[in-house]
T-cell receptor, first 114, second 114 residues
Framework: ETGVTQTPRHLVMGMTNKKSLKCEQH?????MYWYKQSAKKPLELMFV???????ENNSVPSRFSPECPNSSHLFLHLHTLQPEDSALYLC?????????????FGSGTRLTVV | AQSVAQPEDQVNVAEGNPLTVKCTYS??????LFWYVQYPNRGLQFLLK??????LVKGSYGFEAEFNKSQTSFHLKKPSALVSDSALYFC????????????FGAGTRLFVKA
């Protein structure tokens, strides 16, 4: 375990379902991130939270909705997804707001939209 | 705009031989530079970073990287490869001038043959 825990590890959902991804860190880090990893593509930054405030929304469709209730938890709420949204969703945290010293990543949630 | 290029999709090397995984970058100012490694079904793990100082940076598992400002490169190296080094390697860059984005390359798959 890296200190960043993501649940579930795998998720299969239909296009009309609503589900949520959960991320938890107890490293005392100030910032948390959602990234999307698709095969043979660079990691795509989705959202950044710094001190529980959303500071970056990288043109992500509204069918993805983040929530950061406190500095240790981050959620990604999913609804009416498309098959092309199937990917590995990675949560990360950083000590400083910006990641100057690197990120700690979770193991990811493998999402399949059917 | 920031960008990262990893020109090789795959690198093959025999165990015991030196390895190099290439990375070039583009930022408007001075960069923070990172290497991460990803093993199957896992998130990314931090290997090393360049912030300032010595151009040769040493990291985890015997890896090192050389920052070359004139060539805007940050190649990852190891003097003697192990089969267990086989994984997906990501280069990442962050602009010092601010913002919350760390940009990742598309990744290079390293195969080390026994």
């Amino acid at each position: 375990e890296t200190g960043v825990t993501q649940t579930p590890r795998h998720l299969v959902m239909g296009m009309t379902n609503k589900k949520s991804l959960k991320c938890e860190q107890h490293l005392g880090h100030n910032a948390m991130y959602w990234y999307k990893q698709s095969a043979k593509k660079p990691l795509e930054l989705m959202f950044v939270y710094s001190l529980e405030e959303r500071v970056e929304n990288n043109s992500v469709p509204s069918r993805f909705s983040p929530e950061c209730p406190n500095s240790s938890h981050l959620f990604l709420h999913l609804h009416t997804l498309q098959p092309e949204d199937s990917a590995l969703y990675l949560c990360a945290s950083s000590q400083d707001s910006g990641g100057n010293y690197g990120y700690t990543f979770g193991s990811g949630t493998r999402l399949t939209v059917v | 705009a920031q960008s990262v290029a990893q020109p090789e999709d795959q690198v093959n090397v025999a165990e015991g031989n030196p390895l190099t995984v290439k990375c070039t970058y583009s930022v408007s100012g001075n960069p923070y530079l990172f290497w991460y490694v990803q093993y199957p079904n896992r998130g990314l793990q931090f290997l090393l970073k360049y912030i300032t100082g010595d151009n040769l940076v040493k990291g985890s598992y015997g890896f090192e990287a050389e920052f070359n400002k004139s060539q805007t490169s940050f190649h990852l190296k190891k003097p003697s490869a192990l089969v267990s080094d086989s994984a997906l390697y990501f280069c990442a860059v962050r602009d010092r001038t601010g913002g919350f984005k760390t940009i990742f390359g598309a990744g290079t798959r390293l195969f080390v043959k026994a």
